[in-house]
């Protein structure tokens, strides 16, 4: 979270749809519902809207009414009285996740799947693929929700993934010019192969699959393992001692500092009190080792820059023109590209005293 990071205009549009999936997922533990209750006609008259029905009526059924989701939904629809207690109880804690983040956060959040389920569970499991689908066929078709969160019918108003991916990254652009880099707001590197992470992973808490507070692009180095991957951005459903793109943004409380004893990059805290939360940053995104890779080799190259301009000079440069030279380097950064944080520190590094005349006389 190295840079800012807020909602974009189409952030309604998942709004709504979460709270369709979380209306949706109700419905089905309802005592009165069961697997025939699953028709059009009953999601048109208890999903919000007829325009929120019919979509998750070809969601589930297609044109046919026969795909393999639609035979998930009837699973949980047939759940006995207790199960549906137990799910339903789940989908409320779940639902809660802002609330965790605020004065008084509640018990914490669920981490294991309701009624002692397993995750092999088969209604798990049908659980999962059912909530799951409004992100890997809903969000990517195309949302029944134009940028405002208002139901619509109109294909070419309907929010999608690739619309959300568009505007988060227009949004977050450190520079506006479409040929610009651009920065991953997590670790303030390039942003290469993009692509939208569930903060909550999904596989754990299927009900957030679409949830404007859940869903960001990064780069791909935070998005695969061992960065990020599948790893929990909680302690056992405490949210505690953790920072949260949306909803706890650590909102320029991370530091970095260049250790010459330990030659590596530390990743530090402004305030004591968020100590915790930066430690864990640290850990989710292995940013203290990414960062100390980066800033070994933009020293590498700037070494070379030196060594490069000592060679052709005649006489040769003193120190204090190679500490000219670093400062020219460090008011040529620019905040608006990517490891504009380490590289400030890699200038530093150079003009400590001992390091330049130790050039001058390599």
């Not at 991953?184 to 404007?212: I, N, Y």
């Not at 000219?324 to 380097?329: G, M």
């Not at 490891?339 to 001992?354: D, G, K, Q």
Request: proline share 7%; hydrophobic share 40%.
């Amino acid at each position: 979270m190295l840079k800012p990071i807020h909602r974009v205009t189409c952030s309604p549009a998942l709004a709504a749809c979460q709270q369709l999936m979380r209306r949706f997922a109700l419905w089905l533990c309802d005592p009165q519902v069961s697997g025939v209750s699953i028709t059009q006609a009953n999601l048109r008259s208890s999903m919000g809207s007829a325009i929120e029905g019919d979509w998750l009526w070809h969601l589930l059924a297609g044109k046919t009414g026969t795909k393999p989701l639609f035979d998930k939904a009837k699973r949980i629809a047939d759940l006995s009285p207790a199960e549906k207690t137990g799910l339903q109880q789940w989908i409320q804690a779940v639902s809660a996740l802002a609330q965790h983040f605020g004065p008084t956060p509640p018990a914490a959040l669920p981490v294991a799947p309701p009624n002692q389920w397993r995750s092999q569970d088969e209604h798990w499991k049908a659980f999962k693929t059912l909530m799951v689908a409004f992100y890997e066929d809903g969000l990517r078709g195309g949302l029944p929700y134009a940028a405002n969160g208002a139901p619509t019918t109109d294909v070419t108003l309907r929010v999608s993934y690739d619309q959300f991916v568009r505007e988060f990254r227009a949004a977050h652009r450190l520079d506006s010019h479409p040929d610009a880099r651009e920065a991953c707001v997590l670790c303030g590197g390039p942003l290469v192969l993009p692509a939208v992470d569930h903060w909550l992973a999904k596989t754990t808490f299927p009900l957030l699959a679409v949830c404007a507070d859940n869903l960001l692009p990064i780069c791909g180095e935070c998005n695969s393992a061992p960065q990020k991957g599948q790893k929990d951005v909680h302690t056992n459903g405490s949210f505690s001692d953790w920072f949260h793109p949306y909803l706890r943004h650590a909102n320029g409380g991370i530091r970095l500092r260049y250790d010459d004893a330990a030659l590596r990059v530390l990743v530090e805290s402004n305030t004591q009190a968020d100590s915790s939360k930066v430690q864990n940053l640290d850990k989710l995104l292995n940013l203290g080792e990414r960062w100390t890779r980066e800033f070994k080799a933009e020293y590498r190259r700037l070494h070379r820059e030196l060594l490069q301009f000592k060679d052709c000079s005649n006489p040769q440069p003193s120190a204090e023109q190679l500490a000219s030279r670093i400062r020219e380097y460090k008011e040529r950064l620019s905040d608006k590209e990517p490891n504009f944080e380490i590289n400030l520190e890699v200038a530093e590094a150079f003009l400590i005293p001992a390091r330049l005349q130790a050039i001058v006389t390599e």
